[in-house]
């Protein structure tokens, strides 16, 4: 069997539980197993109905105390139902929320875990998964010595699932519920408060149909200066990604990527940029994607369109000065 | 308040090309420079301030041999107290989980309030030491945190990294494990006067047979079957030529690409 936990945020299904489900469908049909969705939740019924269609099985626990996600409520509750039913494989979201849990529940119940994986094999004693390092430069493969394992499933790793082109057709999953057997008293150790939302400064990259984004290779604060003279040249908004925010050289609002803000402008020129995934996953969409890296196997270039392996710091000048020639 | 500091050495790659060696089961490490955890600067920034608030000791861990010393010598002169490094081979053999538990066993001979860790390790990515560590010394844990408030001497309220900028606000009672996102604070650089007192505290070394930990014990839940260059299938079209041919045809590029 292959369980999967649906992740649920503010009342939402997220797509990385779709992405999930596609995996799932694939793996299940080539052993011939079933698929177990697991809802936890104030209020499951809604839940249940969009993912029946996709599982053989529905195992849902309601109860207000899971309105919202938590780690240490969750815990005991995941636990009953992998020592009761015995998955090979249990698949999380690598989300804020599957960060969180997976490696305290892989720990407590001494199961393998491999986290943040983008492609897995299930062998009938192992699993073997696909993960990349060294921020992208290098892949891995990885196996877990044992079943059950628990792997977390990077977001946008696989397509969500298609009802009308279903590896597994024809499902209409029975629903279990079950009681929910958890001493309050835990919410002393960690309490969900609320959500929050990071300020803003009233610039929405968003809205920009030219982005000219900044990574770490602009080097100095003073060297952003030149980048928005360039950006306001050509019509644009500077963008960057999460180290410059966390440098204090730009405002939150300004990040690009999945701690960011997702865009797709028509223009997207990524300057010193390395092209994490997380930075990508924010801007893949683009149309037309430029970025100069003097790192000809920075990651960044496996999404661009165009590329200049070069120094930055020479050529944003030269490229202001013609720009500026060119619009005469 | 005291507060214990998991600390990791990493090789710097974000600018160097990275090659897989000839066991096809790590990198090469020739011409390397290693540097402290970027993540783990800013979980020892946040001890440090808490430290300077209330009162209390830092304490830095670090696994590995013993040129991690480097990285503990660099937080002993931030400011930290003292420091413990848990070297043997058999910590190098297994996985996260293995890691966690030198971490564990040597962490629960000591007195804390609080365990942070960086939330990212920047070369294997696993995210996984963390809340791993927190299970084994059972206590509660929280992930990618990026705001700490204390609360009275038994409880934080902290705010949470989740995806497209929301965060999650929650409380924590003590001790717990905080994982300590990027960006959180400004860590700090080491002073003259603090690097020259650093020299002077105390750096423990644990081995497994110290920590009671035998190769059963230490053995990994996972293993690392090969490494591999990613197949890069990139379909960009790359502008070559001196700077300032690059510049020329880039120019008329971006003015065709931004509608200018
Ligand atoms: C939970 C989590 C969420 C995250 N969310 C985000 C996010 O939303 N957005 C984001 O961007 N990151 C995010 N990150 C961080 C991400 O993993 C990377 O660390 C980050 O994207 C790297 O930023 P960078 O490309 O600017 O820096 P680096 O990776 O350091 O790359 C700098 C690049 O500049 C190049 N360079 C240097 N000098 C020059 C020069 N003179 N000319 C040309 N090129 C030069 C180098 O070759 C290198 O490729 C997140 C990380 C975590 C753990």
């Given at each position: 069997m292959i369980s999967l936990l649906i992740e649920i945020r503010e009342g939402q299904i997220k797509d990385i539980t779709y992405e999930m489900l596609t995996l799932a469908h694939k793996l299940a049909?080539?052993?011939?197993?079933?698929?177990t969705s697991i809802i936890l939740s104030d209020n499951c019924q809604q839940y249940a109905d969009t993912i029946k269609q996709y599982s053989h099985k529905i195992i849902c626990v309601e109860d207000p105390l899971l309105a919202n996600f938590n780690t240490q409520v969750?815990?005991?509750?995941l636990s009953n139902i992998i020592n009761d039913t015995k998955p090979n494989l249990f698949l999380i979201a690598s989300s804020g929320f599957g960060t969180d849990l997976a490696p305290y529940l892989a720990a407590s119940l001494n199961l393998p875990l491999i986290t943040d994986i983008f492609d897995l094999e299930l062998n009938p004693d192992n699993m073997l998964a696909r993960r990349s390092?060294?921020?992208?430069?290098?892949?891995?493969?990885?196996?877990?010595?044992?079943?059950?394992?628990?792997a977390t499933v990077r977001v946008g790793s696989f397509e969500k699932i298609l009802a009308s082109n279903l590896l597994i057709p024809n499902l209409s999953a029975e629903i279990t519920k079950l009681p929910f057997l958890i001493d309050p008293s835990i919410l002393e150790m960690s309490k969900f408060i609320e959500y929050g939302e990071v300020p803003t400064t009233g610039i929405d990259i968003t809205k920009s149909d030219i982005l000219i984004a900044v990574g770490r290779g602009i080097k100095e604060q003073k060297n952003l200066a030149a980048v928005e003279k360039f950006a306001q040249d050509i019509g644009g908004t500077l963008a960057c990604t999460r180290p410059i925010i966390d440098a204090g050289w730009l405002p939150k609002d300004r990040q690009v990527?999945?701690?960011?803000?997702?865009?797709?402008?028509?223009?997207?020129?990524?300057?010193?940029?390395?092209?994490?995934f997380q930075h990508i996953s924010g801007m893949k969409s683009s149309e037309n994607i430029i970025a100069v890296n003097k790192d000809p196997e920075?990651?960044?270039?496996?999404?661009?369109?165009?590329?200049?392996?070069?120094?930055?710091?020479?050529?944003?000048?030269?490229l202001a000065n013609r720009i500026n020639a060119l619009k005469g | 308040m005291d507060i214990i500091v998991c600390m990791k050495m990493v090789p710097d790659t974000s600018e160097t090309e990275v090659r897989v060696d000839s066991t096809n089961k790590d990198i090469l490490k020739v011409r390397l420079i290693y540097t402290t955890n970027e993540a783990d600067n800013y979980a020892l920034e946040t001890a440090l301030l808490l430290k300077e608030k209330l009162g209390g000791t830092v304490t830095l861990?670090?696994?590995?041999?013993?040129?991690v010393d480097e990285v503990l010598r660099m937080g002993l002169a931030k400011g930290a107290d003292r420091a413990i490094r848990l070297t043997d081979e058999l910590f190098d053999k297994g996985d996260a989980w293995t890691t966690a538990k030198a971490l564990a066993q040597a962490i629960s001979q000591n007195k804390y309030d609080l365990v942070l860790s960086g939330c990212i390790a920047s070369d294997d990515g696993y995210s996984q030491i963390g809340p791993t560590l927190a299970a084994l010394l059972k206590i509660p844990s929280a992930a990618y945190v990026n705001k700490v408030e204390v609360l009275d001497n038994t409880k934080l309220r902290i705010d949470r990294e989740l995806e497209g900028g929301i965060l999650e606000r929650k409380e924590i009672s003590l001790p717990a494990l905080l994982t300590i996102q990027t960006g959180t604070n400004t860590p700090r650089y080491a002073s003259i006067i603090g690097i020259k007192r650093a020299g002077a505290k105390p750096l423990d070394v644990f081995d497994a047979a110290k920590l009671n930990l035998d190769a059963q014990a230490l053995a990994g839940l996972t293993e690392l079957d090969k490494m591999y260059m990613p197949k890069v299938e990139s379909k960009a079209q790359f502008i070559q030529g001196s700077d300032d041919?690059?510049?020329?045809?880039?120019?008329?590029?971006?003015?065709?690409?931004?509608?200018?």
């Open positions: 049909a080539a052993q011939k197993q079933e698929i969750y815990l005991p509750v390092m060294y921020g992208g430069k290098i892949n891995a493969d990885i196996i877990s010595k044992s079943l059950p394992a628990i990527g999945s701690s960011g803000k997702t865009v797709k402008p028509k223009l997207y020129i990524a300057l010193g940029i390395s092209g994490a920075a990651p960044i270039f496996s999404v661009a369109h165009y590329g200049v392996v070069g120094d930055l710091l020479k050529i944003l000048p030269l | 861990i670090s696994v590995g041999p013993q040129k041919e690059i510049s020329d045809k880039l120019a008329t590029l971006v003015k065709e690409k931004a509608g200018l």
